[in-house]
């Protein structure tokens, strides 16, 4: 049965024991490097950076490569990045700190940006320095494969109804730090319903905002339709289902990514 919320967040962590603490890493001027072509770890490296300096206050560049003897974070795949210990399923990832390289390496695309959102929160932050203590590598599996969240742009949740995109954006980030694969967002039929007073736009342009964006960090994007959503409605007869169909195909169309439709029983 499918949860609004997954609680399994967590992931499974695989270290070696009686490893010895190791001396912090000052990433205060570290180069973020991705060789990677994915837009996925593009997306993550820029979440990194950006994440970094809201806690920091340091803007860490981003580069392609790095030729300089300085501190590098080297974020990518272990296609790109193969010698270091990544399980072998999707969405893990490895970390391990060697001289003077941190390597963030997913198995995939989006175990990348995993492993960057767990960066985050093992650095330590004061203002105008960061840094961070890695005493062992970290070899890191998802626990279960559903980890999705309901971020529903409507009245009853009273409270994302008043968000902005920018908001929904920092929300979506904060649990990608923790595991979450996937949002779940709720569509009316009516292109140009407002469920509330606050809403500064109509649900379905914000939808289909939200589902670019989401699409945009690599994770799915569920949508949650029930049948006969309007009041009337028929689907037993042919002419209602017909009319049914042609109401879902319009909102379907608008949406750039929808991985999971999901019908309510």
């Not at 967590?10 to 912090?24: K, N, Y």
């Not at 929904?168 to 904060?174: G, L, M, S």
């Not at 779940?184 to 292109?191: H, M, N, P, T, V």
Request: glycine letters at 8%; hydrophobic letters at 45%.
């Amino acid at each position: 049965m499918y949860c609004r919320l997954t609680c399994g967040l967590l992931f499974v962590v695989l270290s070696p024991a009686g490893a010895m603490a190791a001396s912090p890493i000052d990433l205060s001027k570290a180069t973020i490097v991705t060789e990677s072509s994915s837009s996925v770890v593009a997306k993550a490296a820029v979440m990194l950076q950006e994440e970094l300096a809201e806690r920091s206050g340091v803007t860490l560049p981003i580069a392609k490569s790095s030729s300089s003897d300085g501190v590098v974070i080297r974020l990518g795949t272990s296609t790109e990045i193969p010698d270091v210990d990544v399980p072998q399923t999707p969405e893990s990832y490895g970390i391990a700190m060697r001289g003077r390289t941190v390597f963030l390496v997913g198995h995939d695309a989006r175990g990348a940006l995993y492993a960057a959102g767990r960066l985050i929160r093992l650095a330590t932050y004061q203002p105008g320095v960061l840094t961070l203590t890695l005493d062992h590598p970290i070899a890191s599996s998802p626990d279960v494969p559903i980890r999705a969240h309901q971020l529903a742009y409507r009245n009853t949740a009273n409270t994302y109804d008043a968000w902005t995109l920018d908001m929904y954006e920092q929300y979506i980030r904060d649990l990608i730090m923790f595991g979450c694969n996937g949002v779940e967002l709720i569509s009316g039929l009516d292109a140009n319903a407002k469920d509330g007073a606050v809403m500064t736009q109509s649900m379905r342009s914000m939808n289909v905002a939200l589902s670019a964006l989401i699409r945009s960090y690599g994770i799915d994007v569920w949508v949650w339709s029930p049948v006969m959503a309007t009041p009337g409605e028929d689907v037993t007869t042919p002419e209602g289902a017909a009319r049914a169909l042609e109401l879902r195909r319009g909102f379907l169309e608008d949406y750039p990514a929808i991985d999971h439709l999901f019908v309510p029983g």
